[in-house]
């Protein structure tokens, strides 16, 4: 599993009882995780001094028990600033376990000798665009959301590259990696992290396993035969490590050669040393 384990500013300190005891930054709070089916019980004392608690439905969904948290507050991860804010479905605005990959795809970046172009799709808040462009890559950044890359941008200015070179795009993935292969436009890596499900800005429907293979297929005709790297990542309970890695090998190892892998990604719990699996990546990389 790869595990993200160098984080300061945020601790994964307890699991139990279908929720994770969280510290961001210097508040604590309560979420469910849909991978914590064991009931133990609830040992730290964080439980009863937490700053927010999202309650799950039983019809779906669910709410924030806000007990003293601000509306908005940050992190930092290694010279990365993120914003955090509680919003629908749990969230926060930060996958704190893409660390590891963030950490991966760097050392490719810093270790290429060359400028590298890279692509980032289904974007988010910009974790992956910033570590990139941080690492001295020339970054687009596409997400359907204009919020997300709203936010994306105001992470970038927290983080102090504002002046990064950084495209900022508003734009259905399908579609714009369907206008570069006809532009002719190549990326020396390509992260992606694609939905469940989702829906662009002119309302295309987006379904992960209807549309992933046909959407890699696509993405692989733009990454240049000269790739530093690729990544896809899934949180969907469908697509684990192996199938990534099938994929990964059909569609990029017989085109470009190198090796494809994929794993779990996790969290290290503080209370008792284990991981808490967080979802999946799968990695490509050219042979060296």
């Keep these: ?18 929720e994770k005891l ?24 964080g439980w009863k001094r937490k700053n927010a608690h999202y309650h799950r439905s039983a019809q779906g969904g669910g709410e924030w028990e806000f007990l003293d948290l601000p509306e908005e507050w940050s992190i930092n991860y290694k010279d990365l600033t993120f914003r955090l804010k509680p919003f629908g479905f749990k969230h926060t605005g930060l996958f704190p376990e893409q660390a590891v990959n963030w950490d991966w795809f760097t050392g490719k970046i810093k270790g290429a000798g060359r400028p590298l172009k890279i692509l ?27 919020g997300m890359v709203s936010w994306a941008k105001e992470n970038a200015i927290a983080s102090g590259l504002q002046h990064a070179p950084v495209r900022w795009l508003v734009d259905d993935c399908v579609k714009f990696v ?25 309302g295309e429907v987006w379904k992960i396993e209807d549309d992933i293979f046909a959407f890699l297929e696509l993405t692989s005709q733009i990454l240049s035969y000269d790739a530093a790297f690729f990544l896809i990542n899934s949180y969907t309970t469908g697509l684990q490590p192996a199938v990534l890695s099938y ?34 990546s799968g990695r490509w990389e050219p042979d060296n």
């Design 120 to 146: 980032n799709l289904f974007a988010y808040t910009g974790g992956a665009t910033l570590a990139a462009a941080a690492a001295g890559a020339q970054v687009t950044h596409v997400d359907a959301s204009k």
């Design 178 to 202: 369907a206008r570069e292969i006809r532009r002719g436009n190549t990326y020396d890596g390509i992260i992606m992290d694609p939905p469940s499900y989702g829906r662009g800005p002119g």
């Design 247 to 280: 994929l990964l090998n059909t569609v990029l190892v017989p085109r470009f050669g190198g090796r494809a892998e994929a794993g779990e990604i996790g969290l290290p719990v503080t209370s008792n040393g284990l991981i808490l699996p967080c979802g999946a």
């Design 1 to 18: 599993m790869w595990t993200a384990d160098e984080w300061k500013d945020y601790e994964l300190i307890e699991a139990a009882s279908k």
């Design 22 to 45: 969280e510290r961001w930054g210097e508040y604590i709070l309560v979420r469910p995780d849909p991978q914590v089916i064991w009931n133990t019980p609830r040992k730290h004392p």
